[in-house]
């Protein structure tokens, strides 16, 4: 096994961060967590948190101290941003798991997509840098269906558009276990891993798969796009539309499915009906 004795992460209080500080911990290593108020951060006992802020990077100087390796969640800065956060982390660490996202396209000078864009900022001085680096890029995440909760919660009627794009999508343990091995194994050096999870299912389908989980009956209704980007109020609007046209075209044509997650972690991804039953409580 790698000689990886103390991991930072950023990004701990974030779904997936959180799933990686305490699997790591549970593994039997050292970890510590960085966030912006350190006493809001509800993380498993015995990992350490720190003060720790992204968009002033010299506040990560003491939290990298003695770190080995470092998971890392971008939340789309900016590209003067990213190079001072990553040589701060090439200063101190040696390796890094970047969770990116499957729209960076390599193929592309430009990135055409503004998710991919943000992301492709950090993915950049990451790999002209020391570090030894692992790029995590995940397709669907299966918690960002728990912006249909207050729907739930109203009623059983479910409103959205595209209820028939077709997608695998991710419960953030798995991403977690891949970024796990990543940190703290060797043999993933330059990897970048495009991550899905084990099945695709219809957004319609989705929705029948939270109902089940609670022992209720819940039917999608099926709005305009426009309509659904009133519902989409947690987004900026054009991030929104964004966001709906990717769903547009996965009516026709299904988001596929890797087997990225058991190849490195030797064990199955998790579905989206298991995604539902660990998350019950989001829905009630």
Do not use: C
């Amino acid at each position: 096994m790698a000689d990886i004795s103390r991991v930072l992460v950023i990004g701990a209080t974030g779904h997936v961060g959180g799933q990686v500080a305490a699997q790591l911990a549970a593994g039997g290593t050292r970890v510590r967590a960085s966030a912006r108020d350190p006493r809001a951060a509800s993380l498993p006992s015995g990992i350490e948190v720190v003060q720790g802020d992204l968009t002033v990077p010299e506040t990560l100087d003491s939290a990298l101290d003695g770190i080995d390796a470092v998971y890392l969640t971008w939340p789309m800065l900016s590209a003067e941003i990213a190079e001072r956060v990553v040589a701060r982390i090439a200063a101190h660490a040696r390796r890094i798991v970047l969770l990116s996202s499957a729209s960076v396209r390599d193929e592309l000078d430009e990135q055409d997509h503004p998710i991919g864009r943000a992301h492709a900022l950090i993915e950049q001085p990451i790999t002209e840098s020391s570090l030894e680096w692992t790029f995590l890029r995940p397709g669907g995440f299966a918690t960002n269906t728990v912006e249909w909760a207050p729907q739930i919660r109203a009623g059983d009627v479910v409103r959205g558009a595209y209820g028939a794009a077709t997608m695998p999508l991710l419960h953030e343990a798995d991403i977690a276990a891949v970024a796990v091995r990543a940190l703290t194994t060797d043999g993933h050096a330059g990897a970048k891993y495009h991550l899905t999870g084990p099945a695709a299912l219809s957004r319609i389908d989705q929705v029948e798969a939270i109902g089940a989980a609670l022992g209720r009956t819940l039917v999608w209704e099926e709005i305009s796009p426009e309509d659904a980007v009133a519902h989409m109020d947690w987004l900026p609007p054009d991030i929104a539309r964004v966001v709906l046209n990717g769903l547009a075209g996965l009516v026709g044509t299904p988001g596929s499915v890797t087997s990225t997650v058991h190849d490195v972690t030797g064990s199955p991804a998790r579905d989206y009906r298991r995604w539902a039953a660990d998350h019950v409580a989001d829905f009630r």
